[in-house]
């Protein structure tokens, strides 16, 4: 089981920000929110996590709700290279946490 | 190294043979997992090392299927009897684990094996 939702594909115009949602309804208070992406024919990539504070990188913002009921993954500027599938997951803050991957979201970049 | 190697990056075998899949996560990672994804399809979580604890073997689909990981480092996944439904690629991450929080960082993928059971 997964826990999260997110929709199966999605496109964006080459240079627009990409904006990736996922639901996780069922989200406990132990449990963070991070973000892979695996382009084709490669293993994934980690790009950010978060617990309730948005955060920021050099790869991408994460913004969770209030309620941490969901939150949006965002490209600010997307590349042909950001086409990837993008996976959103919850793990809990023990060091027993296992990574378990949804079906993700395609992002298709389109020039 | 500076990532996560693993080896062969392609195997082909014959169905019924017993197949290893080597994987060396980042010196200093506590942490090893193996995926599974076959083509088309998301990751499919097959067996999680943390320390010194029991590994979770709650993903391995059948007694087939068997991992170690000798001295906290070096980890082996070996498939008996390969069936064609084994075909698929296997990944492996690691991940170390924070001084201050006791959580696991974010894991770091290989680029997989190759595993085709003809």
Redesign the interface.
């Known amino acids: 089981d997964a826990k999260t939702t997110q929709p199966t594909s999605m496109d964006c115009a080459e240079g627009r920000a990409a904006n990736l949602p996922c639901n996780h309804s069922t989200i406990s208070g132990n449990e963070y929110v991070y973000w892979y992406r695996q382009i084709h024919s490669q293993g994934p990539q980690y790009i950010i996590h978060g617990l309730k504070n948005n955060e920021t990188n050099e790869m991408a913002s994460l913004i969770i709700t209030e309620d941490r009921k969901s939150s949006t993954l965002i490209l600010p500027h997307a590349t042909l290279r950001d086409t990837a599938v993008y996976y959103c997951i919850v793990r809990p803050s023990s060091n027993t946490g296992k990574l378990i991957f949804g079906q993700g979201t395609t992002l298709q970049v389109k020039p | 190294g500076a990532g ?1 190697s693993q080896s062969p990056s392609n195997k082909v075998t014959e169905k019924g043979k017993d197949v290893e899949l080597r994987c060396d996560p980042i010196s200093g990672h506590t ?1 090893l ?1 193996w ?1 599974r994804q076959s083509l088309g399809q ?2 499919e ?1 097959l067996i ?1 090392f ?2 010194n ?1 029991a590994p ?1 073997k709650s993903g391995l689909p059948s007694d087939r299927f068997s991992a170690e990981r000798t001295g906290g480092s070096v980890s082996t996944l070996t498939i008996q009897r390969t069936q064609q439904e084994d075909s698929a690629v296997y ?1 492996c ?1 690691s991940s170390r ?1 924070t001084g201050d ?4 960082t ?7 094996t190759r595993l085709t059971v003809v």
């Not at chain 2, 929080?101 to 696991?104: F, Q, R």
């Not at chain 2, 974010?106 to 997989?112: D, M, S, V, Y």
Request: proline share 0%.
């Open positions: 996560v942490a997992y995926y998301g990751l979580f999680y943390q320390g604890s979770d990944l991450a684990i929080t006791s959580m696991n974010e894991a770091f993928f290989g680029q997989g």
